[in-house]
């Protein structure tokens, strides 16, 4: 009976958490634990029962949350557009073979549509791969753009962590043949000003590039076949501590024990410009040819960050790889440095905020004729920075309004839903942002709780008197000053009171 | 050689379509097409060809469509917030089994997820349900929100008249215990309030009342069971003719044909009040307990309407039937009257934009005790409203920018570089939304050029004269003017200029 002693520990979880006022996500999620429990218990009984949530990995966003994801992604938007960026969109799915070959190892992770006949499906994994596409498809070969839309990964969720199956991904993308590293900077440039605008704590940007990778894998002895798996490995790096890393790449992809410890020696290093001389001075780096490219041109991208001001927070790092198999060039991602919040006990997640780097061949892979289209871009990745922000605002306490309410038109007495109807409508006809209570008699105080309780600054009172006057009764929620006001200048006067919100 | 006949026809549809410099998704549809014919041909060879192209019945969004698609989400969006919704969010798919039983004949559309282990998922078929999941599953009872979001049906694209598989909805509902037709009446004043603002041509909003539907057809004489299917078969006539509709009754519906003449006679009534009055007078129709109550209901909706100023746009029309099968009570539609442009050969369809009506019942599927929410609500279907403005926009020849830079920091000599990376940097910093040319060395001319054609208004340019003397020659792109501006105050000179923009 060890199911059921499981079971009722599960149910007192669930009470406990109700009776502490947990977060709602917690509950649902202790809930739904507890119902497949059971249901795994009496599967006959359970068969025909509903389970209320989301798909696994996938969350609603309720009003405030989306009061927090709005403000996200103006700050994006903003600075997408200070750097004279064009917006596109693409569909959320995309012939299968589109993304066949383009994820190396993650590819496992991509959702795919039931075949209903007609054509295969798979729902987008990223947006650079449908931005390639779209590229190729038009004949495109220079644009600035960016795209916010919604991704879709078969990933271990971990959801307190901001790690989703389906998250937004903020992607701004410079595609063309221009002079080296100037739209690579502008990209990096982008990451800093978006993560000092959002204020959500120190952080670091990792640089690294892939010609000095794979030059690196070449000089430790690594065989050109295995350097996209070993990258992967590598890749690792951020999660795993270094002996296991080494141990996968010895067990699982064979490498010989000798080039791991030689990799290792590499992948511990990072620094600024001074580590990049160092290994153009390197005796065995710089005898090959991709790792040198590599490095003077990351030399190059450096000059260009301190000319922007921002190289401070950059970290030429050569443990950084990214599991991607498109990149060419350079790569980078930028990481929160510590906890944005001492008194949250459960870690937010110190992690990966936006990545990127050079992809010049993922257009050409597109093209009959496979013409090339560098391209260059970064990924913010906004899930995280919404659970920070999240948390941030339940610390804070501070009142988020929800709607942008302006005036409640209200009565004093009964009988008075016609005339309500007629005032709300010639507010809404003149543009201010009204409501009724959707009652034919509601009471006044009920009237005046429901502005307290949405933040609605002023009450307009419609009464018998007042209707014979031709007046109405504004009244400050906050002050509960009453003026009345010639209804032919209830209008003017709501702007006036409310231009400042 | 019929085939081959009819290849070489098409192939002459895409040339000609090229000379012509139709419509890149005309070509696009016909290049498809082409290459469609040729693989079914040669099965063999086309085996590993790739059609570069997007999902049938998906399209991407350029930045000009991506301009005029921010405009009408601004509209609705201003809309809603005016009538005082939240906005929340839910995720694309949706458990399988939330969407069962909700959709009546439409669920054949529904698309599903490959079962790749877990749950069996599919995507969203519109935002009613997953809120009504959302409602239940956060045992909300009163909300009023919005919701703008992609939807997916396995329909059959009419991609010119703006029907597509994957396309937006903007939903506005109200959800609460509230006194009779008070909601209703705002839904249908915001219909009216957004096809107004949208300026697309006339239009006309149609009501009816499931309850009167379903009371006429009992007095006609059809079986309960058959309610909902011949409610769908009435929904066609928006599109098929009477007789056509009669015949499906007949033949695929099973009804005798004398019932459906007596339908017949129903459904061709519309009109107003005077209408509603008339059949709560009729012998039949008045005896039916629901129907009774629906007219009654519809009578007050219409002086609700009356007082809102709308009424001559709403007409009461007894075909109106909406294929969904949730509604419980009032329904409507809104559909375009005219051609917005006569010039246009191809009509952009006339038909409906907007729908929606009463679904008391709804939440209360999904909740384990049945308790009811009762919702109204509305869906703005925006492609077509799309189509029609993107063949406006065109046709008008206006200009649409689709960025919003305000200044390209350019250079008058040769390495300069590393200046304009300062300047633009500082700009960035300050603000300003500004672009440098990726080059090393751009010619002066390429520079402004690149000004005209994305039209950007301000050029700042440097040179060695000027960083001597510490100012920037600020170029007017139009006037070709050029001042001297001390660094110290470009940045305020930028903006006092682009103020208006």
């Known amino acids: 009976m060890a199911e059921e002693e499981a079971l009722r520990k599960q149910a007192d979880t669930v009470r406990r958490l109700k009776q502490e006022k947990a977060s709602p996500e917690e509950i649902t999620k ?14 006959e009984e359970g068969k025909h029962k509903f389970v209320l949530k989301t798909p696994k990995g996938t969350r609603d966003y309720n009003p405030k949350q989306m009061a927090i994801r709005e ?14 960026a064009e917006t596109i969109d693409t569909p959320v799915f995309e012939l299968k073979e589109t993304l066949t070959g383009k994820y190396g190892e993650d590819s496992k992770l991509i959702y795919d549509l039931k075949d209903q006949g007609g054509e ?22 220079n644009i600035k753009r960016y795209q916010i839309a919604k991704v879709y990964r078969r990933d271990n969720p971990a959801m307190t962590k901001g790690r989703y199956r389906e998250f937004y991904q903020c992607d701004f993308d410079i595609a063309g043949h221009y002079d080296i590293m100037i739209p690579d900077a ?32 070449a000089v430790c002895g690594v065989p050109d076949t295995k350097f996209r798996t070993i990258c992967s490995t590598v890749d690792k790096l951020d999660k795993m501590a270094w002996e296991d890393v080494k141990n996968e790449m010895i067990g699982e992809k064979g490498l010989a024990p000798e080039i791991a410890d030689h990799i290792g020696e590499y992948v511990r290093l990072h620094g600024g410009l001074s580590l990049i001389e ?32 921002i190289s401070d927070q950059i970290s030429f790092d050569l443990s950084l790889a990214r599991g991607l198999d498109y990149y060419t060039g350079v790569i980078y991602e ?34 009959p004729k496979n013409r090339k289209v560098p391209c260059v871009g970064v990924s913010i990745g906004i899930e995280r920075v919404f659970s920070i922000m999240e948390q941030k605002m339940e610390a804070s306490e501070e009142k988020i309004r929800t709607t942008e309410t302006q005036v409640l038109v209200a009565s004093a007495q009964k009988k008075l839903l016609e005339e309500r109807l007629k005032l709300v409508s010639e507010l809404w006809d003149s543009g201010i942002k009204a409501e009724i209570l959707y009652k034919k008699n509601p009471k006044l105080l009920n009237q005046l709780q429901y502005c307290e309780e949405t933040g609605i ?36 006067e709501i702007k006036r009171r409310t231009r400042i919100l």
Chains 1, 2 share one sequence.
């Open 186 to 217: 502008e990209c990096l440039k982008i990451v800093h000003e978006i993560l000092c605008a959002l204020q959500i704590g120190d952080f670091l940007i990792k640089v690294n590039d892939r010609r000095i990778l794979d030059g690196m894998f």
């Open 278 to 309: 160092q290994l153009l001075q390197d005796p065995k780096l710089s005898q090959n040819k991709l790792a040198r490219e590599g490095l003077e041109e990351v030399k190059q991208l450096f000059k260009y960050l301190d000319l922007f001001g």
């Open 120 to 141: 295969l499906l798979s729902l987008r994994y990223d947006l650079t791969v449908p931005f390639a596409r779209y590229l190729a498809m038009n004949k495109i070969t």
């Open 334 to 367: 930028a990481i929160l440095l510590q906890e944005p919040n001492d008194h949250v006990e459960e870690s937010v997640g110190i992690g990966s905020v936006a990545g990127g780097g050079r992809y010049d061949g993922l257009v050409g892979m597109f093209d």
């Open 30 to 43: 202790q809930v739904s634990k507890l119902l497949e429990m059971k249901s795994a218990m009496h599967p």
């Open 457 to 492: 600054p002023l009450v307009a009172i419609l009464g018998e008197q007042e209707l014979k006057d031709g007046v109405v009764k504004l009244r400050d929620v906050v002050t509960r000053e009453e003026v009345d006001i010639f209804r032919g200048k209830l209008v003017e």
């Open 71 to 84: 403000k996200v992604f103006n700050v994006i938007t903003q600075c997408f557009k200070r750097h004279g």
